[in-house]
Nanobody, 120 residues
């Protein structure tokens, strides 16, 4: 089993910045892509950003230019730096990882989520 633990959520004012991190631990052979998703109240979960093991990134149009995803492969950790936050960014942010548990078994794992609230 693999555990993903997010940290860094909280309350931030509009226009502010916040950094999230997510550390993977457990039975890990190799991690492929890691990503951040979010779910706002009453809405479906949506992709925010994703990064491959080689560092290729992709972002939702709604966060392009405001968010940066990065990862430290040695620490099995992914980060999300969010700037110019607005109330529409309020959501629970979930970490996701595509993990090879061993050379033949591959699973997708989710963290429990961390709440980001953008409000004055």
């Amino acid at each position: 089993q693999v555990q993903l633990v997010e940290s860094g959520g909280g309350l931030v004012q509009p226009g502010g910045s916040l950094g999230l991190s997510c550390a993977a631990s457990g039975k890990i052979f190799r991690i492929n892509a890691m990503g951040w998703y979010r779910q706002a109240p009453g809405k479906q979960r949506e992709l925010v950003a994703v990064i491959t093991s080689g560092g290729t990134t992709d972002y939702a149009d709604s966060v392009k230019g405001r968010c940066t995803i990065s990862r430290d492969n040695a620490k099995n950790t992914v980060y999300l730096q969010m700037n110019s936050l607005n109330p529409d960014d309020t959501a629970v942010y979930y970490c996701n990882a595509d993990v090879w548990d061993d050379p033949i078994r591959r699973h997708g794992y989710w963290g429990k989520g961390t709440l980001v609230t953008v409000s004055s």
